[in-house]
Structures are given as C-alpha cells and as structure tokens.
Antibody, heavy 119, light 106 residues
Framework: EAQLSESGGGLVQRGGSLRLSCTAS????????MNWVRQAPGKGLEWVSG????????YYADSVKGRFTISRDNSKKTLYLHMNSLRVEDTAVYYC????????????WGQGTLVTVSS | SYELTQPPSVSVSPGQTASITCSGD??????NCWYQQKPGQSPVLVIY???KRPSGIPERFSGSNSGNTATLTISGTQAMDEADYYC?????????FGGGTKLTVL
C-alpha cells in the first residue's frame, strides 16, 4: 500500500517561514501529480496547492498565493511546500496527497504535519 | 469562487441508510468525489468520479450526482462509519472541498 510521509512542521512566529517535505516509502513520487491540503484545528479540509508530475504546472488557493510555493525534486523523490509570511490563520495540519489525474481525486494521503504560527 | 455546501451533521440508526448531500452550481458536470475522515486520522477516498468506489471500500458506500447535487449514500450503516465526510470538486484551476458533514450513528 502506498504511504506518504510529511515532515517539517513546527512552531513558527507570525511572519516567519517554514518548509514542508513529503516523501513516499513504497513507491516513487516522480510519476504523480501532488497536492497539499490543510486542516485548521477543529475545522474542515482546505486545498492549498497542487503540482503536475513534471513540476511544470502549479496551482494555488487564493489564501496562499504569493506566500507559498510548491515544488518538487524528482531526483530526491520529494515534494515541498515553501511557506513564507506565515499568518496565525495558517495554523493547521498539512497533508500531502497524490492527485489521481485519471480519477480526479486525492488518494492516498499522508499522516500530516502540524504547523503552528504564534502571534 | 466556487462553493460546495454540505449539511453540518447527519444522524442515522445502525443498519439504516444515511444520505449526505453536497450542493454546487452545475456539480453534475464536474467529477466530484467523497472522503471519510475519522478522528485523529487522515482522509480516505471513498467515492470518485461521482459513483466509483476505490478498491477496499465496502459496497455499502455509493455515490450519485444529478444537476447541482451529489449524494453519498451509506446503506446498512455501521458504527464504524461514524466520521466526517467531505465532498470535493475541481473548478477553474482550483480544488474545492465542502465544509464537511459529521455522520453520527446513534
């Protein structure tokens, strides 16, 4: 079974930066489009950003556009989310997920990494 | 921006049928999907492309989509189905999630 693992979360001050990573343990990410989704404490899911398998096409939610950058290093089999100018409202568990371009859905998801932005 | 609307909560008795709706403009024209999320766990895909079930998802989960409304139906609901359910669709370069529905099995 495909497994994804996120890392890089933690406590950061408002205005600070953080970089999240996502790797796969049982397969290579190289062949898949990927997404980041976040969930604030006690709230619902919010799509953050997506990237094509080659990395040539990226998508962003309006709430993070200009502050977050999604990227991937296929040689390192790693997906990244570079987060700058962090706000208190960015506090959430961040999940990476495979984007099934033939199924138009996210499957599987990682276990998530918590980002806490303090004021 | 595109919006998907779900009821905040749905209750069902064990063994009965639960229906969770998701409304959005011309939703039937989009490939919507559904996720299940249990407390402390990551979301799991249960329905994609309106009606298809991934391998490993029980047959009691089914989906339909007509007009502006998609429906997730759980037949013979079990206690283990108690969870939050989210619909999702793609619109104009962005993914959109519904607000989520808490399914309570009483």
């Amino acid at each position: 079974e495909a497994q994804l693992s996120e890392s890089g979360g933690g406590l950061v001050q408002r205005g600070g930066s953080l970089r999240l990573s996502c790797t796969a343990s049982t397969f290579t990410l190289t062949n898949y489009a990927m997404n980041w989704v976040r969930q604030a404490p006690g709230k619902g899911l919010e799509w953050v950003s997506g990237i094509s398998d080659s990395g040539g096409i990226t998508y962003y939610a309006d709430s993070v556009k200009g502050r977050f950058t999604i990227s991937r290093d296929n040689s390192k089999k790693t997906l990244y989310l570079h987060m700058n100018s962090l706000r208190v409202e960015d506090t959430a568990v961040y999940y990476c997920a495979i984007w099934g371009v033939y199924t138009d859905s996210f499957d599987p998801w990682g276990q998530g990494t918590l980002v806490t932005v303090s004021s | 921006s595109y919006e998907l609307t779900q009821p905040p909560s749905v209750s069902v008795s064990p063994g009965q049928t639960a229906s969770i709706t998701c409304s959005g403009d011309k939703l039937a024209d989009k490939n919507n999907c559904w996720y299940q999320q249990k407390p402390g766990q990551s979301p799991v895909l249960v329905i994609y492309q309106h009606t298809k079930r991934p391998s490993g998802i029980p047959e009691r989960f089914s989906g339909s989509n007509s007009g502006n409304t998609a429906t997730l139906t759980i037949s013979g609901t079990q206690a283990m189905d108690e969870a939050d359910y989210y619909c999702q669709a793609w619109d104009s370069g962005t993914w959109v999630f519904g607000g989520g529905t808490k399914l309570t099995v009483l």
